[in-house]
């Protein structure tokens, strides 16, 4: 029988010593909420993000929610009909928008949600609360939107469900913030994909620095930062008729992992 997402959550907490860190509510959050930041990201394995985990406990707190330390989260990201911000992501234009909605599951809040990288390597994120995770945008989701993304909102339409668990450690040494995405899952028009084996790590800074134990850490288990769209590797993966060459080396870092390659160089 198939274990339910309690007991896997369980076997996680314990596995990645998360019972070690010191916990953080998410009312304390807001000091490093870091809506205009650097992000650096890092795929590895579940099995060397076992080693790193127990060695961070005394150099960050982890988010609690509800008792729990692994979040689970839901989004529904949405594109044009032709995938317009896909395809500027793959054609590598650096000033580019993703727009989402994401419900976090066990504080049950949900977001209308829309990332910006701008040119200068800096992400802005721009959110507003909605009564539940939406699938239409209309009223004054319009409205948000009309402020937040330059193209038109009403091009928009849903294309892609991501779900994942998530760690979010915050540092005691310095403003950052590190986000940490297991159990990976896509789903679209009853097809799904599942890549368990792989973590993703973001660390999210006001401006970059090595000094991030983090980072140290990574390092150490020869993982090096990679680029990373959940979005992006996850339409290449359901929509394989859409132009994907250029995202070729992250799919083959993930089939890597899943072959048990634990470090994973990026040249």
Not at 2 to 29: A, C, F, G, H, V
Not at 166 to 195: A, C, F, M, P
Not at 208 to 229: E, K
Request: aromatic letters at 10%; charged letters at 25%; hydrophobic letters at 35%.
């Amino acid at each position: 029988m198939m274990k339910t997402y309690t007991e896997n959550r369980t076997d996680m907490t314990s596995t990645l010593s998360l019972n070690r860190y010191s916990p953080i509510s998410l009312s304390k959050m807001a000091d490093v909420a870091l809506l205009n930041r650097t992000d650096t990201k890092y795929v590895l394995s579940s099995a060397t993000l076992q080693k790193i985990m127990p060695q961070l406990a005394a150099d960050y707190s982890t988010l609690v929610v509800e008792g729990k330390r692994l979040s689970p989260y839901r989004t529904l990201y949405f594109d044009t009909k032709a995938f317009s911000l896909y395809h500027r992501h793959h054609a590598g234009i650096l000033d580019r928008y993703k727009v989402r909605s994401r419900e976090y599951v066990d504080s049950q809040l949900a977001f209308l949600e829309v990332k910006h990288k701008t040119n200068k390597g800096r992400t802005i994120k721009s959110r507003m609360q909605t009564p539940e995770l939406t699938a239409a945008l209309f009223g004054e989701k319009v409205d948000f939107l009309h402020n937040t993304y330059p193209y038109d909102a009403a091009d928009l339409e849903p294309k892609l469900w991501v779900e994942y668990s998530r760690i979010t450690l915050v540092s005691h040494h310095r403003k950052e913030r590190v986000t940490v995405d297991l159990n990976l899952s896509y789903n679209w028009n009853g097809q799904t994909i599942s890549l368990p084996h792989i973590g993703i790590v973001e660390i999210k800074q006001d401006g970059f620095s090595q000094n991030s134990d983090m980072t140290r850490q990574l390092r150490r288990h020869q993982v090096r930062p990679t680029g990373f769209s959940k979005y992006c590797v996850g339409i290449s993966l359901l929509y394989p008729e859409l132009k994907h060459n250029n995202f070729k080396s992250k799919l083959r870092i993930v089939e890597k992992l899943a072959k048990g390659q634990s470090h994973v160089y990026n040249h």
